[in-house]
Each structure stands twice: as structure tokens, then as C-alpha cells.
């Protein structure tokens, strides 16, 4: 496909777009949406090229259909061909811009990301821990926090306050030594059937695990069938989630 032609004659101010980096031979089909519903085309160079499209100026973006239409354009496209994401928001003048100002520069290190990204896909897994379980563990194995429950008992939070607050820290304290140990044992379990790991800061108090993972397409059904088997032995215990295939953004290094 050559680069792409703006719809219009009153677009001819419009921005340019650009989703991620792709292979060169990848084409853009007729169903390909970007943001605003905007049809999704690709600017080529060399042997690599960029998806993109049109955008006015004026257009204010950073929507949460905006976030999600970027989001399911590149995680669609990873199923297909490798593919490097841009982060959110990445907007260039024209199509000729998005050559030779981003392809052609860096060119030969894009392709040999995308030659290291071909038949992989990264995947998200997530797991929080189950309240009532983990607090019991937590009574259990510390004697203080025990003592500070049974303290605490059934009277006033203001006559218990820092009794209250002592507790909360060893609980905090607790959940962090837990989470370390529970995140050593995942990546004991899956880092044998993915290429790459990288572990992520959790985003609640209760995460027990957040752990981005390459996977080679290849070898999906081996890589979920040893989270099937760490989730058997973490029932009622750790809630685990998947996410993907998702496009690579741990694993993609910034150009220099």
C-alpha cells in the first residue's frame, strides 16, 4: 500500500497519527479503525513501516475511547505481525514526516526489534490476593499481630487508634514480604515457558503478583497450562488474571 492519501480537500491540515512500527510487507485492511473511527493506514520505508492516521490538529484526544481504540488497533494487530507500540499520543506532521523523520533514522534498529518480536506476544498476569485468606495467614504466622486483633476486639476505633494503626503496619508490612515471595514463586513457575518477564509495581495493596510476560505464540497452550496449574495450588487463596495477547510494550526499547 503507498502512503496514505488524505480523504479530503478541507484535511489537508490533518496530523498524522502513528499507532506502532510494523514490518514493511504488513497492509492495512478496510476494517482497520484508529481514533475517531478514522481508517488506519500505513507509511512505509525501507523494509519497516508505521501505522497511522489522520487526525485534525484542533482535536483535543486523551478519551478513554481514545486510550481504548489505540489500545485494541495494536493488541488486533499483534496476533498477526510483530509489532513495536507507540506510546499514547504520538502525533507527526504529514506521512512524509512519519518517514523520514521517524523510519528512516531508525530504521535497522526497528527491523531487528521486529525480528525479535516475530511469533511472540506479550501477556498480563495479575493476582490479588483473597482478604479473608491472606489476613488469616497473616494472624497466623505473627504473634503480635495476633495479640493487636484480639486487643482490638469489639471496642471504639478512636479508643484503639494506635492500636488500630500498629496492626495496619504490620499487615502492610506482612502483605509486602508476601508478595515478594508469592512473585518469586510465579516467575519460578512461568519464566521457563515465556522469553522475557517483567515484573510490574502492583496498583492495590492486596496485588500478590503483576507480571508482564513475552511468550512465544508457539508455546501458548505450555505457558497456560503452568498458570492453570499455579492457580490450582493458589485457589481461594490468590485470584489470578490473563490478559492477552497484548502488544509488547514492556519489552520495546525506546529508540535512541
Same mark, same amino acid.
Given at each position: ?12 491540515? #490533518? ?39 489522520? /487526525? ?16 485494541? %488497533?495494536?493488541?488486533?494487530?499483534? /496476533?498477526?505481525? @510483530? ?19 521517524? %523510519?528512516? @533514522? ?6 531487528? $526489534? ?9 501477556? /498480563? ?18 504473634? +503480635? $499481630?495476633?495479640?493487636? =486483633?484480639?486487643? /482490638? ?7 484503639? =487508634? ?35 518477564? $517483567?515484573?510490574? +509495581? ?9 507480571? #508482564?510476560?513475552?511468550? +512465544?505464540?508457539?508455546? =501458548?497452550?505450555?505457558? +497456560? ?14 485470584? %489470578? ?5 497484548? #502488544? ?9
Amino acid at each position: 500500500m503507498a502512503a496514505p492519501e488524505w480523504a479530503s480537500e478541507e484535511e489537508h491540515n #490533518a496530523a498524522c497519527y502513528v499507532y506502532g512500527i510494523v514490518p514493511g510487507d504488513v497492509e492495512s485492511t478496510p476494517d482497520a479503525r484508529g481514533l475517531g473511527d478514522r481508517p488506519v493506514t500505513v507509511v512505509r520505508h525501507g523494509e519497516i513501516a508505521a501505522l497511522v492516521s489522520e /487526525i485534525h490538529p484542533d482535536d483535543a484526544i486523551g478519551t478513554p475511547q481514545d486510550l481504548k481504540a489505540h489500545d485494541e %488497533l495494536l493488541n488486533a494487530t499483534v /496476533i498477526e505481525a @510483530p509489532v513495536l507500540p507507540l506510546r499514547f499520543g504520538a502525533v507527526m506532521t504529514t506521512p512524509e514526516a512519519v518517514a523520514e523523520e521517524l %523510519l528512516a @533514522p531508525h530504521h535497522d534498529q526497528f527491523l531487528a $526489534a521486529l525480528e525479535e518480536l516475530e511469533g511472540r506476544a506479550e501477556y /498480563i498476569v495479575k493476582g490479588r490476593y483473597v482478604e479473608r485468606a491472606v489476613l488469616t495467614e497473616l494472624l497466623a504466622e505473627n504473634d +503480635e $499481630a495476633a495479640r493487636l =486483633r484480639e486487643e /482490638i476486639g469489639d471496642t471504639t476505633e478512636d479508643a484503639t =487508634r494506635d492500636v488500630r494503626m500498629r496492626l495496619g503496619e504490620i499487615i502492610q508490612q506482612g502483605l509486602a514480604a508476601k508478595r515478594d515471595a508469592d512473585t518469586d514463586r510465579f516467575m519460578q513457575a512461568l519464566s521457563p515457558h515465556s522469553v522475557a518477564t $517483567a515484573v510490574r +509495581e502492583p496498583t492495590h495493596e492486596q496485588d500478590a503478583v503483576h507480571v #508482564a510476560l513475552l511468550v +512465544e505464540t508457539a508455546r =501458548r497452550s505450555d505457558f +497456560e497450562d503452568a498458570l492453570d496449574g499455579l492457580a490450582r495450588g493458589w485457589e481461594e487463596r490468590i485470584d %489470578l488474571r490473563l490478559r492477552g495477547p497484548l #502488544a509488547p510494550y514492556d519489552f520495546v526499547v525506546k529508540p535512541n
